[in-house]
């Protein structure tokens, strides 16, 4: 793990200090230009530091003053590899700062970039109050032509309608441009795929707006990453469509991955040969227990929401979206059969919080519906995850956290691995059996080798990969 992290880091190091490099050649002669960032989550931090990086000079904004106040300090709020050394290093250079002045923050600016949280409301619409309150203070102190960017994924039509709250408080056209420039970050590696982008989407009818923006992202054009140019609206579907079509694969292979489990074929083989067809491509063709996360459940809902109100039926993703409700029951429905279908008063290990590896993040996390479905069942939980179990214990503050893999199975009855942490890879299975009550697992990531399990005698189950070391629980023919 410690060698994956260290690669991982020289990488990023290495990365960086190409962009300086090619920065200092390329803007020696323009003066950056002045970006200020609005809110300073897990987008705008990483968007800030990134453009930071890129040889602009960017000010960061919350109104958390808390907040602000720790990240001067150093203290990141979020758990992002890679994330603290980026900002203390464009912090020390100067390219970076924070403050909570929105009001001086905007008159500052040449470019806003606006990144404040757009949570999804009852309806699955998202909820564009914070979006709104930015626009209208945008307008209450704009002093100079500013470029007005949505960086946080935004329902389509919104640029047009944030152009409108600003014209509505009397600013003329000519004195701001609408852009929207979707981020396509994954959290866990959000600031690689900052720096080493498969594109970059901006979407503007404005020309000015245009050369600002490749201003901006100079030093990737200068790497030859693809830039698209395009409307607004355009630039705003483009994000729901790719979001969408990830989802949609997954609910895919997740799905193939349940056939597999009846008719005796192996998802792994499958997906692999799959994605040897390059049209497929191997990526986002690992099944488990459902997606999660900020993005993919509440981006496919807002999609729908949209078409909807278009007259228009999106049946892929709807699908994708029933089908992914379905997967995050199979954790416990593959742990039932495993004992005797009766898991109460039985205690079960959980491994894995976060709703993937490499981030503390657990909002929609297949682990949650897991946990509450068991304990509904009558069990008791002992969970375990490297980084998020301080956001869990707000979510679920009444299970068993645990301090290590080996705390959380102590006489435990049985484990399910939720979450595809490299540490639950390289664990000591051994060592696990002989603190488990019994051998019994179910690995939701499919992250360990079947026979390897076998082996150390677990009774066991996964996500489609049928093989003779399962417990016979259906009839299998070879
Ligand atoms: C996703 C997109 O990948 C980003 O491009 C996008 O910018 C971001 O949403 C966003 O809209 O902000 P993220 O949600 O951080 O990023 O994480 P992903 O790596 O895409 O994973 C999403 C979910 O799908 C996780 O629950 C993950 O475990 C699951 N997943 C992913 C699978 O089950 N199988 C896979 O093969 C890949």
């Not at 949280?117 to 209208?136: I, K």
């Not at 109460?344 to 297949?366: E, H």
Request: aromatic share 6%; with cysteine; hydrophobic share 45%.
């Amino acid at each position: 793990m410690k060698l994956i992290k260290n690669t991982f880091t020289a990488t990023l190091y290495i990365g960086m200090l190409l962009i300086q490099t090619m920065q200092a050649t390329s803007k020696q002669d323009n003066k950056p230009l002045n970006v200020t960032i609005v809110g300073t989550g897990y987008v705008g931090l990483v968007t800030g530091a990134c453009l930071a990086e890129f040889g602009n000079t960017v000010l960061c904004v919350d109104i958390n003053t808390q907040k602000i106040i720790d990240l001067k300090n150093g203290v990141i709020p979020i758990y992002e590899p890679g994330l603290d050394t980026i900002v203390a290093q464009n912090v020390q250079s100067k390219r970076l700062t924070f403050t909570d002045d929105l009001a001086s923050a905007i008159k500052q600016a040449d470019v806003i970039f606006i990144a404040v949280g757009t949570p999804m409301s009852e309806n699955g619409a998202a909820d564009l109050s914070y979006v709104e309150a930015v626009a209208r203070t945008i307008a209450k102190h704009i002093n100079s032509f500013k470029v007005i960017v949505t960086k946080s994924t935004v329902p389509i039509g919104t640029g047009a309608w944030i152009k409108q709250i600003i014209l509505d408080n009397g600013i003329k056209a000519d004195q701001f441009a609408i852009v929207s420039n979707p981020e396509f970050l994954r959290e866990g590696s959000a600031i690689n795929d900052f720096l080493f982008p498969d594109r970059i989407v901006i979407g503007t009818s404005s020309a000015a707006a245009d050369t600002i923006m490749r201003s901006i992202y100079e030093h990737l054009l200068n790497q030859d990453v693809a830039y698209v140019s395009t409307n607004v609206v355009t630039a705003e579907s483009i994000k729901y469509a790719s979001n969408a079509f990830l989802a949609t694969k997954i609910s895919f292979i997740n799905e193939l991955a349940n056939l597999c489990d009846e008719t005796g074929a192996d998802v792994q083989v499958l997906a692999h040969a799959l994605g040897l067809d390059k049209r497929i491509n191997k990526h986002f063709l690992n099944p488990g227990p459902g997606f999660g996360g900020s993005c993919f459940p509440k981006d496919t809902q807002a999609l729908l929401y949209t078409s909807q109100q278009y007259g228009i039926d999106i049946h892929t993703v709807l699908a994708a979206l029933k089908a992914n409700e379905i997967q995050k029951e199979i954790p416990v429905k593959k742990l039932l059969p495993l004992m005797e279908n009766n898991v109460k008063d039985k205690i079960v290990a959980i491994l894995g919080l976060a709703f993937k590896a490499n981030t503390d993040d657990v909002r929609y996390s297949p682990a949650i519906s897991t946990i509450n479905k068991l304990i509904e069942y009558g069990a008791s939980i002992r969970a375990y995850d490297p980084q998020a179990m301080k956001s869990m214990k707000t979510e679920l503050p009444n299970i068993t956290y645990c301090t290590s893999i080996a705390d959380a199975v102590t006489n435990a009855d049985a484990v399910i691995v939720m979450t595809e942490w490299d540490e639950f890879k390289a664990m000591d299975l051994e060592l696990i059996g002989s603190l488990l009550k019994t051998r019994i697992l179910v690995d939701a990531r499919n992250i360990l080798d079947p026979s390897i399990l076998h082996k150390h005698g677990f009774i066991f189950d996964n996500i489609g990969r049928s093989c003779l070391c399962k417990l016979p629980l259906r009839n299998m023919s070879v």
